[in-house]
T-cell receptor, first 115, second 112 residues
Framework: DTEVTQTPKHLVMGMTNKKSLKCEQHMGHRAMYWYKQKAKKPPELMFV???????INESVPSRFSPECPNSSLLNLHLHALQPEDSALYLC??????????????FGPGTRLTVT | GQNIDQPTEMTATEGAIVQINCTYQTSGFNGLFWYQQHAGEAPTFLSYNVLDGLEEKGRFSSFLSRSKGYSYLLLKELQMKDSASYLCAVRDAAGGYNKLIFGAGTRLAVHP
């Protein structure tokens, strides 16, 4: 199983709403990632979790709050978002540790629209 | 700082060969990846180079020259389904094995 799943596929939310994006993988990967991708732009790294601990936060605004409940799950909690936060949010996972390629496997993404 | 450059768009003919170039400047190089991304879909892993030279994988090959900060992705026997964006990504050593910096991507259009 080399699949990363994400729910929901599409999400429309108002600026006062609170919502969560979910990501799951069962490949035994211990590194998980959130990326934001705007149209015709590359993915931009937001957060990295390593062994369920936050290891990289790319100066993301606090209205985005990541959570890693266990080694298979990654959540992104959203609150008081702005219209410019509308984008495709991609989750990825990879093996952790030194040695090896450690390519990242991406989920299909959640298309988020903030109104 | 980090800088990754690749052409914005390329076109090619079905059955032909196309080479997509990528140049990079990074404070700590720890490997270079190529990903394919179809419109509206997730990126999928194509190839990885960490040592100089050519890596071949079926119709796809990738080359790396670390001294020149240069890589290319070579696609042979092009098919219509190869129309996609191709993303060059450098792994930043400062981020360990976890930090990928993506280039803006090259949108390839394959015509009959």
């Amino acid at each position: 199983d080399t699949e990363v799943t994400q729910t929901p596929k599409h999400l429309v939310m108002g600026m006062t709403n609170k919502k969560s994006l979910k990501c799951e993988q069962h490949m035994g990967h211990r590194a998980m990632y959130w990326y934001k991708q705007k149209a015709k732009k590359p993915p931009e790294l937001m957060f990295v979790y390593s062994y369920e601990k936050l290891s990289i936060n790319e100066s993301v605004p606090s209205r985005f709050s990541p959570e890693c409940p266990n080694s298979s799950l990654l959540n992104l909690h959203l609150h008081a978002l702005q219209p410019e936060d509308s984008a495709l949010y991609l989750c990825a996972s990879s093996q952790e540790g030194t040695g090896g390629i450690h390519e990242q496997y991406f989920g299909p993404g959640t298309r988020l629209t903030v109104t | 700082g980090q800088n990754i450059d690749q052409p914005t768009e390329m076109t090619a003919t079905e059955g032909a060969i196309v080479q997509i170039n990528c140049t990079y400047q990074t404070s700590g190089f720890n490997g270079l990846f190529w990903y394919q991304q179809h419109a509206g879909e997730a990126p999928t892993f194509l190839s990885y180079n960490v040592l100089d030279g050519l890596e071949e994988k079926g119709r796809f090959s990738s080359f790396l020259s670390r001294s020149k900060g240069y890589s290319y992705l070579l696609l042979k026997e092009l098919q219509m389904k190869d129309s996609a964006s191709y993303l060059c990504a450098v792994r930043d050593a400062a981020g360990g094995y976890n930090k990928l910096i993506f280039g803006a991507g090259t949108r390839l259009a394959v015509h009959p």
